[in-house]
């Protein structure tokens, strides 16, 4: 691997990083360890996430921060043979405990995947699914109303308007991820976890959905998974560094992206290794 | 290294000709039977054969209660057969993952294998029997029987075949797991298993041997489920073996008749289930 000489300059938006250390936990995890089967992928995590902010996980692939996302809405449930140790809550309340309603939690904790997995229905049906199976609302003009606040949320609306009735697989790359996003934000969760939202979409569609986080922060709390560690400074106010299933460290990003705490972190973020 | 180019372009052309070929050849086979079907088939076909009984030799006839027959016969092995082999498949696909799951696939594909005949004679043992009749639900539990592992199986390929991804989604936005497979697993494979519903019934409509013990057949229209009734497989099992040229002909056309109307069942569950989205 060749050792780069300069490190790429990456700049930090300073609007993204407000001081936020004074807003509770939303999200407090403790020494959680995670095995696929008999391999551990996560070893003695513990992060709190405060409410309301852009939490970015950044790290070289297989590092564990997807999986890492996952334990925050228990999706790595439905993969056959794992485990989980430790404690995940969310409001202090520990949901892994026996007796958690899994269904009642992803609807607080939404999530937008990377690959963009719109239902092969209509784009309407597609935002109104989770509203639907939630009996969120009875009325079907609160219905649309709901799908029309979370089509714009997502940016979506004045592209789709006119067309709401047709597949949602006739939609760009672009605008099937931001469909996504706005059928997670129909049911207005309170945390919102994004894995690599923008990997597969080029430079247009990815700055949109960068001003959207921007914007979904005042009302969300976001977990963003990236490899893109400009998008990682772009975005978010903190920023966790994960390294073969570690916790490397947590701090502001702006700390992160010019004097991180640990060598390990500089050395990844100068890109001398990942 | 244009001689390596030659070899390669001789070679792609050689396998090309030798699919082509096969194509042809297996293609042109089923052309040769539907065409000469059509031919020893059309002489006989009128209306009054397609509306009339069975009558004597030489008093004409025809293969009206027979279709009637084959239709109800379909139409009481798919109430049966359809709800329980997706039922199936969605257990497979969905729910049994783990030893019990294997077992069950291990079964369903047993039950594939047997021969139509002992689906037949256990029907017999179990329905005829204790009845002590013929009837026609004997012989559309017997269809049943026969359609039930087909449409398990592709039912349960089809699901499969539904990416991940889609029931993630569906789960991330708090849909418990049964609201998952229905609205959004089982619609995104529809095509797929109305395809394999549409096979298994083609496949059993060409069935005579297990209507033997059980449908038996008969030479009136229907009256009730619960009696004999005529099919087109078995009257056209019972023609040919006939002596008489007159029934031999009245074979073909029967022949005809059942070869159009599974073609007609092709094509309408192909436009019942055009991909819409």
Excluded at chain 2, 65 to 91: F, M, Q, T
Aim: hydrophobic residues 45%; contains cysteine; proline residues 5%.
């Amino acid at each position: 691997m060749p050792v780069q000489t300069a490190a790429p300059r990456i700049e930090v938006r300073p609007a993204a990083t407000t001081p936020t250390a004074t807003s509770k936990a939303k999200v407090a995890v403790r020494n959680l360890d995670f095995f696929y089967g008999r391999t551990q992928a996560l070893h003695d995590i513990s992060i709190e996430i405060p409410e309301r902010i852009v939490m970015a996980f950044i790290g070289p692939s297989g590092c564990g921060k997807s999986t890492f996302l996952r334990t925050l809405n228990r999706m790595n449930d439905v993969i056959p043979h794992t485990r989980v140790g430790g404690h995940v809550s969310i409001d202090d309340h520990d949901i892994y405990a026996p007796g958690t309603d899994v269904v009642e939690l992803r609807r607080r904790v939404g999530m937008v995947f990377q690959k963009s997995n719109p239902f092969p229905k209509s784009i309407f049906d597609n935002v109104a699914y989770g509203l639907r199976i939630n009996r969120v609302t009875s009325s079907s003009s609160e219905l649309e109303g709901r799908v029309e606040q979370a089509l714009k949320d997502a940016a979506l609306w004045t592209e789709v308007k006119d067309r709401l009735k047709t597949s949602a697989l006739s939609l760009s790359g672009g605008q099937q991820q931001r469909l996504c996003i706005a059928r997670a934000l129909a049911i207005r969760p309170e945390v919102l976890l994004m894995d690599e939202p923008a990997s597969a979409l080029d430079p247009i569609a990815t700055s949109k959905i960068e001003e959207l986080i921007f914007d979904l922060k005042k009302q969300y709390t976001i977990v963003i998974v990236t490899h893109n560690m400009q998008q990682a400074a772009r975005v978010s106010d903190r920023t966790a560094f994960f390294l073969l299933g570690k916790l490397i460290e947590v701090n502001a990003t702006e700390k992160i992206f010019t004097a991180p705490d640990e060598k390990t972190t500089e050395d990844y973020i100068t890109g001398r290794f990942g | 290294m244009a001689n390596y180019d030659q070899i390669r372009r001789a070679n792609s052309a050689f396998m090309t000709t030798l699919t082509a070929l096969c194509t042809v050849l297996a293609v042109g086979a089923l052309f040769i039977i539907l065409a000469h079907i059509a031919w020893q088939g059309i002489g006989s076909l009128n209306w009054q054969f397609l509306i009339d009984r069975p009558r004597p030799v030489g008093e004409g006839g025809g293969i009206g209660n027979a279709i009637v027959g084959s239709l109800l016969l379909l139409l009481i092995s798919a109430a049966i057969g359809l709800p329980l082999g997706i039922c199936v498949g969605v257990y497979l696909s969905e729910i049994g993952k783990g030893r019990f799951g294997g077992a069950v696939r291990f079964i369903v594909d047993t039950l594939t294998g047997i021969p139509s005949i002992v689906t037949g004679v256990f029907v017999y043992a179990i329905i005829v029997v204790p009845s002590k009749h013929f009837s026609a639900l004997a012989g559309g539990v017997a269809l049943a029987l026969i359609m039930i592992p087909i449409v398990a199986r592709t039912t349960e390929e089809m699901l499969k075949l539904v990416p991940h991804s889609l029931r993630e989604g569906a789960l991330a936005l708090g849909a418990p797991q049964w609201r998952v497979i229905l609205g959004v697993v089982i619609p995104a494979a529809a095509p797929g298993i109305a395809t394999g519903a549409m096979l298994a019934i083609a496949r059993i409509s060409g069935e005579t041997a297990p209507l033997l013990f059980t449908a038996f057949g008969s030479r009136f229209f229907p009256e009730s489920l619960n009696q004999p009734i005529a099919s087109l497989t078995v009257q056209i099992y019972n023609y040919a073996i006939s002596p008489y040229d007159e029934w031999h002909a009245q074979a073909w056309a029967a022949t005809l008749v059942l070869m159009t109307l599974v073609l007609g069942i092709n094509i309408i569950v192909r436009f019942l289930t055009r991909r819409k989205f």
